[in-house]
């Protein structure tokens, strides 16, 4: 069975430090997929990354980059010099590409809540 | 492009009354997910539909609730009768293909009183 663990359920950081958020998965499959959304205070979930599991390189996009290290099933996610705005619940999930029960299930992690202090 | 629309963005009843959610998923997406958001259990999967057929209905609690899609850019979820632990936030998702992100509508807050 999948599954994703956010062990850091609060974060706070003052603004410009930088901070990982750490995700654990577990997956029998070797062909799978990895996501991150965030959730700001206004309640929406936004979609940041999808690397999928043959695909190890790290990815940068401005102040976020993505660390995936299939020897340690870990897919952490690091805010460079953060901000205020990046307060927000930011979740991990997991998603086999075999068919469980008839599709490809998504298992979320919990969430880990990250406040940026001014 | 329009992203998943849900409606109403906030809905407080009463218990025992029926509540309708709405969505309108993004053109084109075949797969339609409803979520539930709470403190205490986090995101729950609901229901999913893929091409317009309930695939896994396994996550909804119990008879009270129901979900359909009669059309590829409609779906509902039901909830009758309400009942105060009902009370979340429920979110509509769809994707282009399965192991494609899920993109959210903005949720409905509901609140039973």
């Known amino acids: 069975a999948q599954k994703v663990t956010q062990a850091q359920t609060e974060i706070s950081v003052v603004e410009k430090e930088d901070v990982t958020l750490d995700c654990v998965y577990e997956t029998r499959d070797t062909t799978y997929y990895l996501f991150w959304y965030k959730q700001p205070p206004s309640g929406e979930l936004v979609f940041l990354i999808r690397?999928?599991?043959?695909?190890?390189q790290n990815e940068i996009s401005g102040r976020y980059s993505w660390n995936f290290q299939k020897s340690t099933s870990s897919f952490n996610f690091t805010i460079t010099a953060s901000q205020v705005v990046d307060s927000a619940v930011y979740f991990c999930a997991l998603s086999e590409a075999r068919f469980s029960g008839g599709y490809q299930k998504v298992t979320f992690g919990i969430g880990t809540k990250l406040q940026v202090i001014p | 492009d329009a992203g998943v629309i849900q409606s109403p963005r906030h809905e407080v009843t009463e218990m025992g009354q029926e509540v309708t959610l709405r969505c309108k998923p993004i053109?084109?997406?075949?797969?339609l997910f409803w979520y539930r958001q709470t403190m205490m259990r986090g995101l729950e999967l609901l229901i999913y539909?893929?091409?317009?057929?309930?695939?896994?209905d396994s996550g909804m609690p119990e008879d009270r609730f129901s979900a359909k899609m009669p059309n590829a850019s409609f779906s509902t979820l039901k909830i009758q009768p309400s009942e105060p632990r009902d009370s979340a936030v429920y979110f509509c998702a769809s994707s282009l293909l399965q192991g494609q992100p899920q993109h959210f509508g903005d949720g409905t807050r509901l609140s039973i009183l």
């Open positions: 539909f893929n091409n317009n057929v309930p695939i896994d």
């Open positions: 053109s084109g997406h075949n797969s």
């Open positions: 690397r999928n599991s043959f695909d190890e």
